[in-house]
């Protein structure tokens, strides 16, 4: 009114005939304040890329990925959406929303019994977002629970929780808060503007490195988006343009900014000079540009205090931070996410919660690799397979002579070019020279070279996952020395690999069963340091039971390898060992012979891992019309890829601070 806004207190008559509404049409008038504030005459003419708020009850988003759960209301931009949001069901028109032009969910609940389960869907609305769509950096959201409004903002580093308003009492506090929603460009609410989308009905990018624009044509990964909070990595072929054929693939990611940290493109240009370009390129895969990207957005929204920078003629919401809330791997077995305290666990290495390890700030970092191949995943053959892993052993040993390890070796990083198997993403490898193992591992525990937990899960190997020394009986009555990552551990990777193709394949149409892998990957330590690989081989079909031996000898290959090591930490016995687990792989190539297996993924443009969420069994999104993406996408068996970065089942209490 004449300018001005002007909270005016509702009468009871009204409040009275809001009884017995539904939770959507309770909370409705909020969807309706905000579109009206949208709509207001003085700021039509203003620069908007927000569209409008969205009732769900209207219409649910559309998307590329499972998810049988969508907000309660949410903000929309960038879409062909025609008509009035607030319309009764009926009226919505046949444009599908999709979950790419959904920002801001909002979650509603009429008491405070519901907190928690309001809470959860938040978070799994927000991970759906970033997993969703490469261009998003972070992403608001909103809790309404009776008069309480919270304020969340979700990225790849952690979860921020802001100070509720009472919008009963503080109106115009809400008012504000909607004003600064409304007008925020997308860069603001979390769009990286850095990645283009070409043509919002379609998943089309470009992607503008070193002063050259790659299109991208194919989503080949993307699963490594599906962690809530970590690196949050993304695949795709591309090409410099539309009439240039040559592929190249892009990694897309988000890296920790640490003291220490190298980018890849640094430790792809060392290990060349140690070891020279012809050989690298002859095991590796070689890099053309990289672009490393700050988000200004995420810097200033992170910090303690923010506000609109709106010229509303008021002051803006102080949204003040109220808890940072580390929600690293606590998933459910159906993919939705918990919010845990951070006193709660311990991660590797740190012996009290004083030294628990907090969230570093992440930055977008690029590569683009001048090689585009199929992983492990896709061979059809075992004996092929295997002799991948040959190919990989010989790479492997030059790598550790240069004084490299890899220490992230997984099916998804070996890449078949023209059969040839190379090693790619060298993300995680450092310098570590075998005859520097005996004097590093005498550093005193907590010095900086301690190695931290890296890697695939799936395949990282049992000192690595315990973050301990576990091969040599009175190892404990020695003092416990700092432990190491080691070229064994590579090696033993490569028998995890093997392991969990031959456990994972489709033989004959026929899936073995899963039961058996679960248990075994969950209980690496006892099965691979005990002796009890063998039991859980049993299960499988008399074919592969000749490889079982096979890889049964192989691991007390590595077992014994890694006592003598650990008696005097001596790193000439670690090299030498190589010509005897290249023999095993040998032999598993001879039992093998025309053993044929489907590939180890979904059905090609089937995103595999996307997780539900269970409270709203009710509830099922309607996805059949969805249109998917471009993908070749490395998939999994029974519906969960192995380069997931959460864990499940059993594994979940010991590996609970991973991030």
Partial sequence: MDGKWNPQKMSKACLDSWSGLSKSNTFRPLTD????????????????????????SWTAPKSDRISNHWPDAFLLMNSSLEGNPSDTPGNRTSNPVHWRDVTCPFEYKFGDGN???????????????????????????????GTKLCI???????????????????????????????????????????IEQLDNSDFELRF??????????????????????????????????????????????????????????????KVQEAMSYDKFHEHFVDFCSYCRVVNAALAKYSKNLFSSGLDTGSEAIPLIREAEVNHAANYSLLGQAMVASQDSYLESGTR?????????????????????????????LLLETFECLIQVMN????????????????????????????????????????????????????????????????????????????FHPLLSFKGDPTFLYTPLHDYES???????????????????????????????????????????????????????????GM?????????????????????????????????????????????????????VGGGKVEPDKGVAGDDAGAKGLKHECDGSIGGEHPDRKHIRNSFTTTMSSCP
């Fill in 33 to 56: 304040l905000f579109n009206d504030i949208l709509a207001y005459p003085p700021a039509t003419t203003s620069q908007k890329d927000v569209r409008c708020m969205v009732h769900a």
């Fill in 115 to 145: 907190k928690v389960e309001n809470r959860d869907k938040l978070i799994w609305n927000l991970h759906h977002l970033l997993r969703c769509d490469p261009q998003r950096a972070f992403a608001f959201g909103v809790t309404v629970v």
């Fill in 152 to 194: 969340w903002l979700g990225c790849h580093i952690t979860l921020y929780k802001y100070h509720s308003i009472d919008w009963f009492k503080e109106p115009d506090q809400l008012i504000r808060f909607f004003i600064f929603l409304a007008f925020l460009n997308e860069s603001d609410l979390g769009f990286d503007g850095e």
């Fill in 208 to 269: 503008p490195i070193q002063k050259k624009d790659y299109l991208m044509s194919t989503v080949l990964y993307d699963i490594g988006a599906d962690s809530m909070c970590g690196h949050g990595t993304w695949v795709f072929e591309a090409h410099l343009d539309p009439m240039n054929l040559r592929p190249y693939v892009i990694k897309d990611c988000w890296v920790e900014e640490r003291p220490g940290k190298q980018m890849e493109h640094l430790i792809i240009k």
């Fill in 352 to 380: 009290s919660v004083i030294q628990q390890h907090h969230p570093h700030p992440r930055f977008r970092y690029q590569i683009v690799y001048t090689e585009r191949g199929v992983s492990l995943y896709n061979i059809t």
């Fill in 395 to 470: 790479s492997l040993l030059l790598l550790h002579e240069v004084g490299f390890v890899h220490r992230d070796l997984s099916p998804g990083n070996i890449i078949v070019v023209d059969r040839k198997a190379k090693i790619s993403d060298l993300e995680f490898g450092k310098a570590r020279k075998v005859a520097d193992l005996q004097s590093l591992a005498q550093q005193p525990e907590g010095s900086s070279v301690f190695d931290t937990r890296t890697g695939t899960l799936n395949f990282a190997t049992v000192e690595v996952v315990k973050g301990c020394y576990k």
């Fill in 494 to 552: 490569v028998w995890w690999i093997a392991t969990w193709v031959i456990f994972s394949c489709t033989l004959n149409t026929t899936m073995n069963s899963t039961i058996a892998r679960d248990e075994l990957f969950s209980h690496r330590a006892k099965s691979f340091a005990y002796n009890k690989f063998k039991v859980y081989g049993c299960s499988l079909p008399k074919e592969l039971q000749p490889l079982v031996a096979i890889l049964e």
């Fill in 555 to 607: 691991r007390q290959t590595l077992v014994t390898r890694y006592t003598t090591y650990e008696i005097d930490f001596d790193g000439s016995s670690i090299l030498d060992v190589v010509p005897d687990l290249i023999t095993h792989l040998q032999d598993l190539v001879k039992a093998a012979k025309a053993i044929r297996i489907e590939p180890l993924q979904g059905d090609e443009g089937e995103v």
